[in-house]
């Protein structure tokens, strides 16, 4: 079967560092996509692994890691309108399919 | 910055009417997606479409549905006998590529069935 998993909610102070997990089990490989879904809104691109490591992006960066099934964003200097759903998603076999997490509802306090 | 754009943003039907959601695609890009949201669930992949033909689908993806691309721009997505679960926010996605692309998202449509 094919699963994604990311914890439901995490609570984090402004400025701070969060972390957020993902841990997948899926047929096949092409990716790793990180997404921003702020209730009511579309999801937005946030990064993307396809190789082991760590990608930065500004404030944003994810890692990978292929052999163990896991990922995970990094957000730093947290701002309040970091409050969000994160969404883990993980492009199968193919290369067409993109399989959602449920998604991690950050809230940032001031 | 282009964007994919959808209409309607909300559509409001009958059980068993048909409907049909629309997109515009970002003009450049070749691959081309719709998914679903049940509210307060996650995002489901639909199908994906790629030259003119569906390049892959889910098993939610049954012949109650079908997808086009009419014309150069457009990219819709036909709900045939609408049931009450259908009612959902669904999105349609563009991508230039397929390796290392991201998908660009729309507003979304959301649909709901009284």
């Known amino acids: 079967g094919q699963n994604i998993d990311q914890p439901t909610e995490m609570t984090a102070t402004e400025g701070a560092i969060v972390q957020i997990n993902c841990t997948y089990q899926t047929s096949g490989f092409n990716g790793l996509f990180w997404y921003q879904q702020h209730a009511g809104e579309a999801p937005t691109f946030l990064s993307y692994n396809v190789l082991d490591g760590l990608e930065e992006k500004g404030r944003f960066s994810s890692f990978l890691s292929r052999s163990k099934g896991y990922s995970y964003l990094l957000l730093k200097e947290l701002q309040m309108k970091d409050s969000a759903s994160y969404l883990c998603a993980v492009r199968g076999d193919g290369g067409f399919k993109t399989i959602f997490g449920a998604g991690t509802r950050l809230f940032v306090k001031a | 910055e282009p964007e994919v754009t959808q209409t309607p943003s909300h559509q409001v039907t009958q059980m068993g009417q048909e409907v049909i959601l629309r997109c515009v695609p970002i003009?450049?890009?070749?691959?081309f997606y719709w998914y679903r949201q049940i509210l307060g669930q996650k995002v489901e992949f639909l199908v994906s479409f790629y030259n003119n033909e569906i390049s892959e689908k889910s098993e939610i993806f049954d012949d109650q549905f079908s997808v086009e691309r009419p014309d150069g721009s457009n990219f819709t997505l036909k709900i045939r006998s609408t049931k009450l679960e259908d009612s959902a926010m669904y999105f349609c996605a563009s991508s230039r590529g397929i390796s290392n692309q991201p998908q660009h998202f729309g507003d979304g449509t959301r649909l709901s069935i009284l």
């Open positions: 003009s450049n890009h070749l691959y």
